[in-house]
């Protein structure tokens, strides 16, 4: 069932015809991310540090308009890894994202939503190397069940090579975070979760997908932010990636259980 779904939709997704291409300024990039006007496939970047370049600078343009970080997230961390990347990306998290349990959302506010299933970590210290599972233990206070609402903000998906995808910080739009636990007191790859829309069920996830162990997700992304001068602070709150296969939103309600980490709903609206 649930992998009929995945294969269906996800055909829909990136189904489209090819266009004409052309690399936006951050400016315009930014005005289009916020009035989720369709995005033309960039064109000029050739490596990571090129993609990852741009993309502080569409934070930098965030930060300017008033918005403050609240931490990262990682993407394309299950296999097989689309878009061609050779390793997981990662993005920023801004407060104007984060929305509350049995949120109401709406799909207006997005060009194509994306439901992610995900674990969310917050840290009391920040995390500085070396980057050992001990330390990261020392550093998180608490995880909690999350959905990242992600959107496919290009024109031609089909296009989309993963540098493009970094560039654009990797799709973050809205993120549900629920109670959070004490981190020692989970068994981290050992968490499912099962969503149900409109009472059909609609995807499951399992927190092993995530490059088959949690916490080296997080060191993997601590790593190379530290390539990249930025670091984890106290604070912040990180998402590890999808659980389950990359699926459109649909306008509907949605009901994820979480296991022993509790449940999480929103509502869709058209």
């Known amino acids: 069932m649930y992998r009929f779904i995945a294969r269906a939709t996800f055909g829909c997704l990136i189904s489209s015809t090819a266009g004409a291409t052309s690399t936006p300024s951050v ?6 991310y916020f009035t989720q ?43 097989p890894r689309l878009f061609g990347a050779p390793d997981p990306l990662h993005g920023h998290l801004f407060d104007f994202m984060l929305r509350k349990n049995h949120a109401r959302i709406s799909a207006k506010r997005f060009v194509k939503p994306l439901l992610e299933l995900e674990l969310a970590y917050q840290f009391k210290t920040d995390f500085l190397p070396p980057f050992t599972t001990q330390k990261l233990a020392s550093a998180i206070s608490s995880v909690a ?46 968490q499912q979760a099962e969503a149900r829309w409109n009472g059909e069920p609609y995807t499951r996830g399992y927190s092993h997908n995530v490059m088959g162990d949690q916490q080296l997700a997080l060191i993997f992304l601590a790593q190379s932010l530290h390539r990249q ?14 659980m389950n296969k990359m699926l459109p939103a649909r306008p509907g309600n949605y009901r994820v259980d979480f296991g022993t980490l509790g449940e999480l709903e929103f509502n869709l609206t058209p």
């Open 27 to 32: 400016d315009l990039y930014v005005d289009q």
């Open 37 to 79: 006007t369709p995005v033309e496939a960039f064109t000029d970047f050739v490596d990571a540090d090129g993609a990852y370049a741009f993309q502080q600078r569409v934070n930098n343009a965030f930060k300017a308009r008033g918005h403050k970080t609240i931490g990262y997230k990682l993407a394309l961390t299950g296999k």
């Open 145 to 190: 069940p999350a959905i990242e609402l992600a959107d496919l903000v290009f024109k031609h998906p089909k296009q989309l090579s993963w540098q493009q995808v970094a560039a654009s910080g990797t799709g973050a739009r809205r993120l549900i975070i629920g109670e959070a636990r004490p981190f020692t007191s989970v068994n981290l790859n050992n």
């Open 229 to 242: 001068g930025q670091k984890i602070k106290a604070g912040d709150w990180v998402i590890t990636g999808a």
